[in-house]
Protein backbone atom coordinates (compact mmCIF):
# COMPACT_ATOMS: atom_id res chain seq x y z
CA UNK A 1 0.00 0.00 0.00
CA UNK A 2 2.80 2.42 0.62
CA UNK A 3 4.26 1.73 -2.66
CA UNK A 4 1.07 2.48 -4.79
CA UNK A 5 0.65 5.64 -2.30
CA UNK A 6 4.40 6.86 -3.70
CA UNK A 7 3.60 5.77 -6.98
CA UNK A 8 0.77 7.83 -7.09
CA UNK A 9 2.34 11.02 -5.13
CA UNK A 10 4.98 10.76 -7.75
CA UNK A 11 3.02 10.60 -10.84
CA UNK A 12 0.65 13.68 -9.46
CA UNK A 13 4.12 15.39 -8.72
CA UNK A 14 4.89 15.01 -12.41
CA UNK A 15 1.70 16.60 -13.89
CA UNK A 16 1.87 19.81 -11.37
CA UNK A 17 5.60 20.01 -12.61
CA UNK A 18 3.85 20.01 -16.21
CA UNK A 19 1.58 22.36 -15.05
CA UNK A 20 4.09 24.74 -13.79
CA UNK A 21 6.39 24.64 -17.20
CA UNK A 22 3.57 25.68 -19.05
CA UNK A 23 2.49 28.50 -16.41
CA UNK A 24 6.33 29.99 -15.88
CA UNK A 25 7.70 29.76 -18.96
CA UNK A 26 8.71 33.22 -18.37
CA UNK A 27 9.97 32.94 -15.04
CA UNK A 28 13.22 34.34 -14.24
CA UNK A 29 15.99 34.46 -11.29
CA UNK A 30 18.59 36.82 -12.62
CA UNK A 31 15.92 39.41 -14.09
CA UNK A 32 16.71 42.22 -11.13
CA UNK A 33 20.00 40.98 -9.88
CA UNK A 34 23.12 43.81 -9.69
CA UNK A 35 26.68 42.98 -10.22
CA UNK A 36 29.37 44.52 -8.57
CA UNK A 37 33.05 44.59 -9.08
CA UNK A 38 35.21 45.96 -6.70
CA UNK A 39 38.60 47.71 -7.50
CA UNK A 40 40.44 43.93 -5.30
CA UNK A 41 38.37 41.66 -7.97
CA UNK A 42 35.87 40.52 -5.62
CA UNK A 43 32.55 40.69 -7.37
CA UNK A 44 28.96 41.30 -5.61
CA UNK A 45 25.48 39.72 -6.27
CA UNK A 46 22.40 41.16 -5.19
CA UNK A 47 18.92 40.47 -5.58
CA UNK A 48 16.12 41.82 -3.90
CA UNK A 49 13.43 39.15 -3.03
CA UNK A 50 10.74 40.59 -0.64
CA UNK A 51 8.41 38.06 -1.11
CA UNK A 52 10.62 36.35 1.59
CA UNK A 53 11.24 38.14 5.44
CA UNK A 54 15.14 36.55 5.20
CA UNK A 55 18.46 37.86 4.11
CA UNK A 56 20.97 35.08 2.61
CA UNK A 57 24.27 35.45 2.48
CA UNK A 58 26.93 33.42 0.32
CA UNK A 59 30.72 34.01 0.06
CA UNK A 60 31.67 31.69 -2.00
CA UNK A 61 35.83 30.57 -2.95
CA UNK A 62 37.07 28.92 -5.64
CA UNK A 63 39.67 27.02 -4.03
CA UNK A 64 37.83 23.50 -2.24
CA UNK A 65 39.99 20.21 -1.08
CA UNK A 66 40.98 19.25 -4.73
CA UNK A 67 43.46 22.29 -3.95
CA UNK A 68 44.86 20.75 -0.68
CA UNK A 69 48.53 20.75 -0.53
CA UNK A 70 50.50 17.14 -0.76
CA UNK A 71 50.06 15.70 2.65
CA UNK A 72 47.63 18.05 4.31
CA UNK A 73 44.88 16.66 2.76
CA UNK A 74 41.86 17.51 4.59
CA UNK A 75 43.23 21.04 4.87
CA UNK A 76 40.49 23.21 3.19
CA UNK A 77 37.72 21.00 5.25
CA UNK A 78 39.60 21.52 8.71
CA UNK A 79 40.13 25.06 8.17
CA UNK A 80 36.81 25.68 7.31
CA UNK A 81 35.72 23.29 10.82
CA UNK A 82 38.01 25.82 12.51
CA UNK A 83 36.58 29.56 11.17
CA UNK A 84 34.11 29.02 13.36
CA UNK A 85 36.09 28.39 16.89
CA UNK A 86 36.65 32.01 17.89
CA UNK A 87 38.30 35.18 16.78
CA UNK A 88 39.94 38.05 18.51
CA UNK A 89 37.14 39.92 20.40
CA UNK A 90 34.57 36.09 20.54
CA UNK A 91 35.22 32.62 22.11
CA UNK A 92 33.12 29.86 19.81
CA UNK A 93 30.65 30.19 22.65
CA UNK A 94 30.26 33.50 22.68
CA UNK A 95 29.50 33.19 18.86
CA UNK A 96 26.76 31.20 18.75
CA UNK A 97 24.60 32.90 21.88
CA UNK A 98 25.40 35.75 20.06
CA UNK A 99 23.78 34.73 16.84
CA UNK A 100 21.17 32.94 17.95
CA UNK A 101 20.38 36.27 20.56
CA UNK A 102 19.77 37.23 17.02
CA UNK A 103 17.63 34.86 15.30
CA UNK A 104 20.60 34.46 12.78
CA UNK A 105 22.12 31.05 11.15
CA UNK A 106 25.91 31.13 10.75
CA UNK A 107 27.44 28.10 8.42
CA UNK A 108 31.06 27.30 6.62
CA UNK A 109 31.25 24.26 4.15
CA UNK A 110 33.87 22.91 2.70
CA UNK A 111 33.92 20.86 -0.98
CA UNK A 112 36.01 19.48 -3.85
CA UNK A 113 35.88 22.83 -5.98
CA UNK A 114 34.68 25.97 -3.84
CA UNK A 115 34.08 26.48 -0.28
CA UNK A 116 31.70 29.08 1.21
CA UNK A 117 30.68 30.90 4.52
CA UNK A 118 26.98 31.44 4.39
CA UNK A 119 24.43 33.00 7.04
CA UNK A 120 20.64 34.03 7.19
CA UNK A 121 19.69 36.78 8.83
CA UNK A 122 16.05 38.86 9.40
CA UNK A 123 15.74 42.42 8.40
CA UNK A 124 15.93 43.71 11.41
CA UNK A 125 19.56 41.82 13.02
CA UNK A 126 21.36 41.89 9.62
CA UNK A 127 23.64 45.19 10.85
CA UNK A 128 24.37 43.10 14.15
CA UNK A 129 24.74 39.57 11.94
CA UNK A 130 26.80 41.06 9.46
CA UNK A 131 29.12 42.41 11.80
CA UNK A 132 29.36 39.15 13.29
CA UNK A 133 30.02 37.74 9.98
CA UNK A 134 32.78 40.37 9.06
CA UNK A 135 34.65 39.53 12.50
CA UNK A 136 35.00 36.17 11.50
CA UNK A 137 36.13 36.73 8.00
CA UNK A 138 38.66 39.33 9.68
CA UNK A 139 39.60 38.16 13.09
CA UNK A 140 39.60 34.65 13.17
CA UNK A 141 42.64 33.41 15.75
CA UNK A 142 42.45 29.34 14.88
CA UNK A 143 42.53 28.74 18.93
CA UNK A 144 44.67 25.74 19.60
CA UNK A 145 42.46 23.69 22.23
CA UNK A 146 39.47 24.10 19.86
CA UNK A 147 41.49 23.37 16.87
CA UNK A 148 42.69 20.07 18.06
CA UNK A 149 39.28 18.84 19.29
CA UNK A 150 38.24 19.27 16.06
CA UNK A 151 40.96 17.48 14.39
CA UNK A 152 39.87 14.64 16.49
CA UNK A 153 36.20 15.10 15.42
CA UNK A 154 37.28 15.02 11.62
CA UNK A 155 39.67 11.85 11.83
CA UNK A 156 36.85 9.93 13.56
CA UNK A 157 34.17 11.06 11.15
CA UNK A 158 36.72 9.94 8.67
CA UNK A 159 37.34 6.47 10.45
CA UNK A 160 33.57 5.81 10.79
CA UNK A 161 32.95 5.87 7.30
CA UNK A 162 35.06 2.76 6.53
CA UNK A 163 32.77 1.03 9.04
CA UNK A 164 29.51 1.24 6.69
CA UNK A 165 29.76 -0.76 3.97
CA UNK A 166 27.74 2.09 1.86
CA UNK A 167 30.58 4.59 2.44
CA UNK A 168 33.56 1.79 1.94
CA UNK A 169 32.48 1.26 -1.36
CA UNK A 170 31.98 4.65 -2.36
CA UNK A 171 35.82 5.70 -1.05
CA UNK A 172 37.17 2.11 -2.80
CA UNK A 173 35.50 3.32 -5.91
CA UNK A 174 36.82 6.71 -6.18
CA UNK A 175 40.07 5.56 -4.96
CA UNK A 176 40.19 3.15 -8.07
CA UNK A 177 38.43 5.61 -10.36
CA UNK A 178 40.72 8.69 -10.30
CA UNK A 179 43.87 7.13 -9.94
CA UNK A 180 46.62 9.93 -8.49
CA UNK A 181 44.01 12.85 -9.14
CA UNK A 182 42.68 14.42 -5.92
CA UNK A 183 39.10 13.64 -6.63
CA UNK A 184 40.34 10.42 -5.34
CA UNK A 185 39.58 11.43 -1.96
CA UNK A 186 36.42 12.88 0.03
CA UNK A 187 36.39 16.93 0.89
CA UNK A 188 37.43 15.32 4.78
CA UNK A 189 41.02 13.97 3.47
CA UNK A 190 43.01 11.35 4.52
CA UNK A 191 43.99 10.45 7.79
CA UNK A 192 47.60 11.06 7.36
CA UNK A 193 46.57 14.94 6.12
CA UNK A 194 44.42 15.72 9.15
CA UNK A 195 46.95 14.45 11.52
CA UNK A 196 49.80 16.49 9.76
CA UNK A 197 48.09 19.89 9.59
CA UNK A 198 49.04 22.82 12.02
CA UNK A 199 47.12 25.64 12.97
CA UNK A 200 49.86 27.95 11.25
CA UNK A 201 48.78 25.96 8.21
CA UNK A 202 45.28 26.34 8.61
CA UNK A 203 45.54 30.07 9.26
CA UNK A 204 48.25 30.49 6.36
CA UNK A 205 45.61 28.50 3.67
CA UNK A 206 42.33 30.78 5.46
CA UNK A 207 44.51 33.60 3.66
CA UNK A 208 45.03 31.75 0.87
CA UNK A 209 41.44 30.68 0.18
CA UNK A 210 39.21 34.30 1.07
CA UNK A 211 41.65 36.29 -1.82
CA UNK A 212 39.28 38.60 -3.11
CA UNK A 213 40.02 38.31 -6.81
CA UNK A 214 38.62 34.58 -6.97
CA UNK A 215 35.74 34.88 -4.58
CA UNK A 216 31.75 35.75 -5.01
CA UNK A 217 29.81 36.89 -2.51
CA UNK A 218 25.53 36.76 -3.31
CA UNK A 219 22.97 38.45 -1.13
CA UNK A 220 19.50 37.47 -1.94
CA UNK A 221 16.29 38.92 0.61
CA UNK A 222 13.97 41.64 1.68
CA UNK A 223 16.84 44.45 1.61
CA UNK A 224 17.13 47.42 -0.42
CA UNK A 225 20.34 47.76 -2.58
CA UNK A 226 21.23 51.64 -2.00
CA UNK A 227 20.62 50.77 1.53
CA UNK A 228 23.28 47.00 1.60
CA UNK A 229 25.36 47.82 -0.98
CA UNK A 230 27.48 50.45 1.23
CA UNK A 231 27.98 48.49 3.90
CA UNK A 232 29.68 45.58 1.86
CA UNK A 233 31.88 47.83 0.11
CA UNK A 234 32.86 48.91 3.45
CA UNK A 235 33.52 45.44 4.92
CA UNK A 236 35.14 43.93 2.13
CA UNK A 237 37.21 46.77 -0.50
CA UNK A 238 40.04 46.72 2.69
CA UNK A 239 41.09 43.54 1.43
CA UNK A 240 43.84 42.65 -0.96
CA UNK A 241 45.24 39.85 -2.60
CA UNK A 242 48.53 40.30 -1.06
CA UNK A 243 48.71 36.04 0.24
CA UNK A 244 52.09 35.43 1.30
CA UNK A 245 51.70 32.03 3.05
CA UNK A 246 54.11 29.25 3.05
CA UNK A 247 51.38 26.86 2.41
CA UNK A 248 50.97 26.10 -1.14
CA UNK A 249 48.07 24.81 -3.25
CA UNK A 250 48.99 20.94 -5.18
CA UNK A 251 49.75 21.29 -8.68
CA UNK A 252 46.99 20.01 -10.83
CA UNK A 253 47.32 17.04 -12.74
CA UNK A 254 45.87 15.88 -15.77
CA UNK A 255 43.50 13.17 -15.29
CA UNK A 256 43.39 9.90 -17.98
CA UNK A 257 41.11 7.70 -17.78
CA UNK A 258 42.50 4.21 -18.72
CA UNK A 259 41.07 2.02 -21.90
CA UNK A 260 40.45 -1.14 -19.93
CA UNK A 261 37.90 -2.22 -17.30
CA UNK A 262 39.04 -2.50 -13.69
CA UNK A 263 38.07 -4.38 -11.24
CA UNK A 264 38.49 -4.26 -7.53
CA UNK A 265 37.41 -6.76 -4.19
CA UNK A 266 36.71 -5.97 -0.95
CA UNK A 267 35.73 -8.39 1.47
CA UNK A 268 33.43 -7.25 4.74
CA UNK A 269 31.15 -9.82 7.01
CA UNK A 270 28.25 -8.41 5.50
CA UNK A 271 25.33 -11.07 3.98
CA UNK A 272 24.40 -8.82 0.91
CA UNK A 273 26.53 -7.78 -1.81
CA UNK A 274 27.24 -4.28 -3.06
CA UNK A 275 28.34 -3.68 -6.17
CA UNK A 276 29.57 -0.03 -8.11
CA UNK A 277 30.01 0.32 -11.91
CA UNK A 278 31.68 4.12 -12.69
CA UNK A 279 32.33 5.41 -16.58
CA UNK A 280 33.93 8.88 -17.11
CA UNK A 281 31.11 11.17 -17.83
CA UNK A 282 31.24 14.75 -18.93
CA UNK A 283 32.06 17.48 -16.10
CA UNK A 284 29.97 20.62 -15.49
CA UNK A 285 29.24 22.75 -18.49
CA UNK A 286 30.51 20.12 -20.98
CA UNK A 287 28.47 20.24 -23.71
CA UNK A 288 27.78 16.67 -22.88
CA UNK A 289 26.66 17.43 -19.65
CA UNK A 290 23.12 17.57 -20.65
CA UNK A 291 22.85 14.41 -22.01
CA UNK A 292 24.80 12.72 -19.64
CA UNK A 293 21.92 14.68 -17.18
CA UNK A 294 19.07 13.02 -19.09
CA UNK A 295 20.65 9.42 -19.60
CA UNK A 296 20.86 9.13 -15.77
CA UNK A 297 17.23 10.46 -14.93
CA UNK A 298 16.01 7.78 -17.41
CA UNK A 299 18.93 4.99 -16.46
CA UNK A 300 18.47 5.12 -12.14
CA UNK A 301 16.59 8.01 -10.54
CA UNK A 302 14.07 6.56 -8.80
CA UNK A 303 11.24 3.94 -8.74
CA UNK A 304 10.30 4.45 -12.25
CA UNK A 305 13.89 4.26 -13.36
CA UNK A 306 15.44 1.30 -15.70
CA UNK A 307 18.02 0.24 -13.54
CA UNK A 308 14.84 -0.15 -10.59
CA UNK A 309 12.23 -1.69 -13.15
CA UNK A 310 14.03 -3.93 -14.87
CA UNK A 311 16.89 -4.95 -12.10
CA UNK A 312 14.72 -5.23 -8.95
CA UNK A 313 10.79 -5.29 -10.38
CA UNK A 314 10.78 -7.42 -12.80
CA UNK A 315 14.03 -9.96 -12.42
CA UNK A 316 14.57 -9.59 -8.86
CA UNK A 317 17.98 -9.73 -9.10
CA UNK A 318 19.17 -6.49 -6.47
CA UNK A 319 17.71 -5.03 -3.96
CA UNK A 320 18.35 -1.47 -4.74
CA UNK A 321 19.60 -0.46 -7.83
CA UNK A 322 20.41 3.56 -8.93
CA UNK A 323 22.42 5.73 -10.80
CA UNK A 324 24.23 9.12 -9.77
CA UNK A 325 26.04 11.50 -11.74
CA UNK A 326 28.73 12.72 -9.89
CA UNK A 327 28.87 15.96 -11.88
CA UNK A 328 32.43 17.67 -10.92
CA UNK A 329 33.83 20.88 -12.24
CA UNK A 330 36.67 18.57 -13.76
CA UNK A 331 37.00 15.28 -14.35
CA UNK A 332 33.27 13.18 -13.37
CA UNK A 333 31.82 9.86 -13.40
CA UNK A 334 28.70 8.29 -13.94
CA UNK A 335 28.14 5.57 -11.59
CA UNK A 336 25.53 2.74 -10.87
CA UNK A 337 24.92 1.51 -6.88
CA UNK A 338 23.56 -2.23 -6.53
CA UNK A 339 22.66 -4.18 -3.43
CA UNK A 340 22.18 -8.05 -4.36
CA UNK A 341 22.99 -11.29 -3.29
CA UNK A 342 26.17 -12.59 -3.58
CA UNK A 343 25.07 -15.46 -5.74
CA UNK A 344 23.42 -13.08 -8.44
CA UNK A 345 25.88 -10.37 -8.64
CA UNK A 346 27.00 -11.91 -12.40
CA UNK A 347 23.39 -11.63 -13.64
CA UNK A 348 22.70 -8.34 -12.40
CA UNK A 349 25.79 -6.75 -13.58
CA UNK A 350 25.23 -8.07 -17.20
CA UNK A 351 21.88 -6.50 -17.07
CA UNK A 352 23.57 -3.51 -16.48
CA UNK A 353 25.65 -3.37 -19.33
CA UNK A 354 22.72 -4.28 -21.20
CA UNK A 355 20.71 -1.40 -20.44
CA UNK A 356 24.07 1.09 -21.04
CA UNK A 357 23.68 -0.60 -24.16
CA UNK A 358 20.64 0.35 -24.98
CA UNK A 359 21.10 3.85 -25.15
CA UNK A 360 23.81 4.37 -27.85
CA UNK A 361 21.28 1.65 -29.92
CA UNK A 362 18.34 3.12 -29.48
CA UNK A 363 19.12 6.88 -28.01
CA UNK A 364 15.29 8.40 -26.52
CA UNK A 365 12.43 8.45 -27.43
CA UNK A 366 10.44 12.46 -27.73
CA UNK A 367 8.23 11.07 -25.08
CA UNK A 368 11.19 10.31 -22.70
CA UNK A 369 12.87 13.57 -23.18
CA UNK A 370 9.96 15.52 -22.57
CA UNK A 371 9.48 13.70 -19.35
CA UNK A 372 12.89 14.46 -17.77
CA UNK A 373 13.35 17.85 -19.44
CA UNK A 374 9.76 18.59 -17.39
CA UNK A 375 11.38 16.82 -14.14
CA UNK A 376 14.52 18.74 -13.92
CA UNK A 377 12.84 21.69 -14.73
CA UNK A 378 10.41 21.59 -12.17
CA UNK A 379 12.65 20.22 -9.60
CA UNK A 380 15.37 22.89 -10.17
CA UNK A 381 12.39 25.85 -9.45
CA UNK A 382 11.43 23.48 -6.33
CA UNK A 383 15.12 23.03 -4.83
CA UNK A 384 15.44 26.77 -5.39
CA UNK A 385 12.94 28.13 -3.37
CA UNK A 386 14.76 29.64 -0.86
CA UNK A 387 16.65 33.08 -0.69
CA UNK A 388 19.83 30.96 0.27
CA UNK A 389 19.64 28.58 -2.51
CA UNK A 390 19.62 31.61 -4.70
CA UNK A 391 22.18 33.09 -3.36
CA UNK A 392 24.14 29.97 -3.37
CA UNK A 393 23.23 28.98 -6.98
CA UNK A 394 24.08 32.83 -8.28
CA UNK A 395 27.56 32.74 -6.56
CA UNK A 396 28.01 29.43 -8.05
CA UNK A 397 27.56 30.06 -11.84
CA UNK A 398 29.49 33.15 -11.00
CA UNK A 399 32.19 31.75 -9.62
CA UNK A 400 33.12 28.80 -12.15
CA UNK A 401 32.72 31.16 -15.10
CA UNK A 402 29.47 31.09 -16.51
CA UNK A 403 27.70 34.04 -15.59
CA UNK A 404 25.12 34.12 -13.40
CA UNK A 405 22.73 34.07 -16.29
CA UNK A 406 23.30 31.05 -16.76
CA UNK A 407 21.01 30.49 -13.54
CA UNK A 408 18.20 31.32 -16.29
CA UNK A 409 19.67 29.26 -18.75
CA UNK A 410 19.93 25.83 -17.22
CA UNK A 411 15.63 25.98 -16.61
CA UNK A 412 15.80 25.36 -20.94
CA UNK A 413 19.46 23.54 -20.58
CA UNK A 414 17.60 19.85 -21.15
CA UNK A 415 14.79 21.27 -23.95
CA UNK A 416 17.12 20.98 -26.32
CA UNK A 417 19.15 17.04 -26.40
CA UNK A 418 18.16 14.91 -29.20
CA UNK A 419 17.96 10.91 -29.22
CA UNK A 420 21.13 11.42 -31.51
CA UNK A 421 22.89 13.48 -28.49
CA UNK A 422 22.12 10.40 -26.48
CA UNK A 423 23.60 7.98 -28.90
CA UNK A 424 26.94 10.16 -28.96
CA UNK A 425 27.20 10.37 -25.30
CA UNK A 426 26.56 6.44 -24.44
CA UNK A 427 29.30 5.30 -27.53
CA UNK A 428 31.45 8.08 -25.97
CA UNK A 429 31.48 7.61 -22.56
CA UNK A 430 30.29 3.95 -21.95
CA UNK A 431 33.08 2.06 -23.10
CA UNK A 432 35.43 0.91 -20.48
CA UNK A 433 34.26 0.77 -16.44
CA UNK A 434 35.54 0.67 -12.85
CA UNK A 435 34.07 -1.84 -10.56
CA UNK A 436 34.31 -2.11 -7.25
CA UNK A 437 32.34 -5.24 -5.40
CA UNK A 438 31.57 -5.66 -1.70
CA UNK A 439 31.24 -9.25 -0.80
CA UNK A 440 31.86 -11.41 2.32
Same mark, same amino acid.
Given at each position: ?????????????????????? +?????????????????????????????????????????????????????????????????????????????????????????????????? &???????????????????????????????????????????????????????????????????????????????????????????????????????????????????????????????????????????????? +????????????????????????????? +????????????????????????????? &??????????????????????????????????????????????????????????????????????????????????????????????????????????????????????
Amino acid at each position: MKMKSRFILVSLLTLVLALGSA +VSANFSYTANVEKVVLQNGLTILLKENPAFDIIAVSLLTGVGSVHDPVGLEGLTYLTQRNLLSGTEKRSAQELVIELESLGTQLQTAASYDYSGVMMQ &STPGSFGASFAIFMDLLNHSVFPEQEFERERYLSLATLASLTDDPMNAIVLGYLELFYGEHPYKLSPYGSALGLSSITTQEARDWYQYMFQPEQMVLSVVGNFATEEILPLLEEGFSPWQNDYAGAVIPREQVDFIYPPENREA +VINMPTEAAFLIMGYPAPASFDPDSAAMA +VINGILGEGMASRLFTEIRDKRGLAYTAM &SQYDERLGPSNLLIFLATHPAQVEQARAQVLLELQRFAEEGLSEAELHQIATEKRGMYLIQNETNLNQALMLAMTELTGRGYQWVDDYMGFFADVTSEDIKEAAERYFQYYTEVLITP
